[in-house]
DNA sequence: TAAATTTCAGATAAAACAATCCGATTAAAA
DNA sequence: TTTTAATCGGATTGTTTTATCTGAAATTTA
């Protein structure tokens, strides 16, 4: 099942802590961000060729080559991410997949679930990667 | 992309939102449910017949038969229907799909993450089936 | 220039999820 | 008893998501 986000969404939020983690070091290569997230490489790969595009991350191609963040991460936040692969569909749909989301014929859970959505568009909103750092590192420590 | 939860589960509730809905008619057909919904008809019959399974709802074979609730509204909670479909897995895993979630290796978002499932824990234990009848019935004509 | 190492790009494979089909069974009514 | 109308159960198909493979292009060092 799964929980709000998909995998692709799920690691590429991953890659780009680890970037902003490991971001004084210059490009991190694929291998070493699959192998210590333990996410299979080639799919984060695709993820961050993907994410390259958007503008988040950039590429070095060739040795010594590898991914970084494109920006500043005191100016990328999660939901920057989120947009890029899963898109911002789920900030406007219903738990219970319920269509016609009108606020004069509201789903039973309306007004719960309308906190919930702001809850969460919040949380990856307010924060900028760089207040995740200390946070990220002390989670990969324990993958 | 899933909003959380699979269709499986989506389709699962609002038929089960149905039945309670139209409970004082006796059984209702798989077909009725289905075009009112407008939801796949094999599937949503498939689910219907699992949730017999698990005692949520209860079938009636032959002419005149279908679905009904197998207990009183007032003692069915949605959180049983996803309990039965999709588990409960979802309230004990990250948003960010990092493992290892322990209080002391938090990941970057986990108080906010904590209160969302929280949050949305209750909004399917609180109230029961036929708190939600009358906004049921609203919300289907619209469909 | 040649060798090594990395991303890039496209094709493909595997798995999970969603949906459909069909024959069997059950039960009510004619 | 026969017909009719419904669920049941298993198999199957289709679609999307997840993951892998392979070869080309780029870049650094020798
Ligand atoms: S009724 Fe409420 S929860 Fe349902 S779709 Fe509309 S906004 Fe979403
Ligand atoms: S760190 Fe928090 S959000 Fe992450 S998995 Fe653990 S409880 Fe969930």
Redesign the interface.
Known sequence: ???????KC??G??AV?YLAAHQTEGVTRVDDIAATL?VPKEFVSKILQSLTASGIVASKKGKFGGFALAKDPSVIR?IDVVAAI??L??FD????????C?PD??????D??G??RT??Y???TE?TLD??KQ??I??I???
């Open positions: 099942m799964t929980v709000i986000f998909s995998k799920e690691y939020m991953q802590l333990k999660l899963d898109g569909e789920m749909s219903c738990v219970l997949g319920f269509p016609n009108t014929t509201p789903c039973p859970v309306h719960t679930w906190e919930l809850l969460a919040n949380m990856l924060e207040k995740f946070k990220t002390n989670k420590k324990t993958i």
